[in-house]
Nanobody, 124 residues
């Protein structure tokens, strides 16, 4: 099975940047769509962004569009999330997820594999 491990979270001031990484192991995820989701305390897990298997198609939640960028390097079995102009509202645990189809979904239920999450805290 696929294991996913996120890293790069931390505490940052509003307006700052963070780069999250998702390392996949166990098997290649080069044929899988990959997504980032986030969950704040007491809130539902929400879609942030996703990328198809080749990296040719991406999608972003309206709340992060223009500030966040998803990318992947299939040869390295890695996915990234560059987060710029961070806001306190971005504070959440961020999860990397893999779907066993090549094209992504906006629904968390469609993703078979999940990382443990990494905390992102944006102070005002």
């Amino acid at each position: 099975q696929v294991q996913l491990v996120e890293s790069g979270g931390g505490l940052v001031q509003a307006g700052g940047s963070l780069r999250l990484s998702c390392a996949a192991s166990g098997r290649t995820v080069s044929g899988y769509a990959m997504g980032w989701f986030r969950q704040a305390p007491g809130k539902e897990r929400e879609f942030v962004t996703a990328i198809n298997w080749t990296g040719s198609s991406t999608s972003y939640a309206d709340s992060v569009k223009g500030r966040f960028t998803i990318s992947r390097e299939n040869a390295k079995n890695m996915v990234y999330l560059q987060m710029n102009s961070l806001k306190p509202e971005d504070t959440a645990v961020y999860y990397c997820a893999a779907r066993t189809r090549g094209y992504f979904s906006y629904s968390a239920r469609e993703y078979a594999y999940w990382g443990q999450g990494t905390q992102v805290t944006v102070s005002s």
